[in-house]
């Protein structure tokens, strides 16, 4: 069903078919309506390791990626550190994501995780910086959660299940990124290597109702490969695994 949908709607009638699908889908409080969308956090029930498979969270590993944004190639580095930060009682992991071109700074984001004792990894907040042509320093997309109203999402189930639907994020306005379980299994090739298992999402946010992303998750590593499926072209792959 989902070849179909790719392959015969237009970038709005198919991002209006993932929203109503998201916003549809039962039995996950993210994929609640906006209004009435806060999680409530057990600081108790987190546990200090992010090994969910399919998001594993190492400190001290490097993920590189290669790719293509507003038009320019650049190269993505995900650090995961040591550092931590409390968010809504809980203890967070901080991870470093650095993207340049031809070694200039385009993009610095501080993202922050943690997994509970069920295996889901929540996604608590970022800062990010994005160093325009002309100087000056975006840095939208900046949130955290219990601050101005901004809540936390799942990045990854523990045991994710095609159709399931959920929300990454929530800062009206700002921050509305959802996730649709769309395969499981089977292979595919980036520069890495061929890696196998993996999970297929579709995310999109209703702020950006013409934007499509597709991310293919693989074992032991998360994120191997990125791409915009609707909207500006947008790729990243991963060359090169560090610790």
């Given at each position: 069903?989902?070849?179909?949908?790719?392959?015969?709607?237009?970038?709005?009638?198919?991002?209006?078919?993932?929203?109503?699908?998201?916003?549809?889908?039962?039995?996950?409080?993210?994929?609640?309506a906006a209004s009435?969308?806060?999680?409530?956090?057990?600081?108790?029930?987190?546990?200090?390791?992010?090994?969910?498979?399919?998001?594993?969270?190492?400190?001290g590993r490097t993920?590189?990626?290669?790719?293509?944004?507003?038009?320019?190639?650049?190269?993505?580095?995900?650090?995961?550190?040591?550092?931590?930060?409390?968010?809504?009682?809980?203890?967070?992991?901080?991870?470093?994501?650095?993207?340049?071109?031809?070694?200039?700074?385009?993009?610095?984001?501080?993202?922050?995780?943690?997994?509970?004792?069920?295996?889901?990894?929540?996604?608590?907040?970022?800062?990010?910086?994005?160093?325009?042509?002309?100087?000056?320093?975006?840095?939208?997309?900046?949130?955290?959660?219990?601050?101005?109203?901004?809540?936390?999402?799942?990045?990854?189930?523990?045991?994710?299940?095609?159709?399931?639907?959920?929300?990454?994020?929530?800062?009206?306005?700002?921050?509305?990124?959802?996730?649709?379980?769309?395969?499981?299994?089977?292979?595919?090739?980036?520069?890495?290597?061929?890696?196998?298992?993996?999970?297929?999402?579709?995310?999109?946010?209703?702020?950006?109702?013409?934007?499509?992303?597709?991310?293919?998750?693989?074992?032991?590593?998360?994120?191997?490969?990125?791409?915009?499926?609707?909207?500006?072209?947008?790729?990243?792959?991963?060359?090169?695994v560090i610790g």
């Amino acid at each position: 069903m989902c070849k179909k949908v790719l392959g015969s709607l237009t970038s709005v009638a198919l991002a209006g078919v993932i929203f109503a699908t998201l916003a549809s889908a039962g039995g996950t409080p993210p994929s609640a309506a906006a209004s009435s969308y806060e999680p409530v956090l057990d600081p108790s029930h987190f546990v200090a390791v992010i090994d969910n498979p399919y998001f594993p969270l190492p400190v001290g590993r490097t993920l590189v990626y290669t790719g293509i944004k507003d038009g320019k190639t650049q190269i993505d580095r995900v650090t995961v550190t040591s550092d931590t930060k409390v968010l809504e009682g809980v203890t967070a992991t901080a991870v470093h994501d650095v993207a340049t071109h031809h070694r200039k700074l385009l993009e610095k984001t501080t993202d922050w995780y943690a997994q509970d004792d069920q295996g889901n990894v929540w996604y608590l907040g970022e800062n990010t910086k994005a160093y325009n042509p002309d100087g000056t320093v975006d840095t939208s997309g900046s949130w955290q959660s219990d601050v101005n109203d901004g809540e936390p999402g799942v990045i990854m189930e523990a045991n994710p299940q095609i159709p399931d639907a959920y929300r990454q994020e929530y800062l009206k306005g700002q921050a509305e990124d959802t996730a649709w379980i769309v395969n499981r299994g089977g292979s595919v090739t980036v520069p890495y290597g061929t890696v196998h298992r993996v999970l297929t999402s579709l995310e999109f946010a209703r702020i950006e109702p013409h934007v499509v992303d597709r991310k293919i998750y693989a074992p032991g590593l998360g994120i191997v490969s990125e791409v915009s499926l609707t909207g500006a072209h947008e790729t990243a792959n991963l060359v090169k695994v560090i610790g």
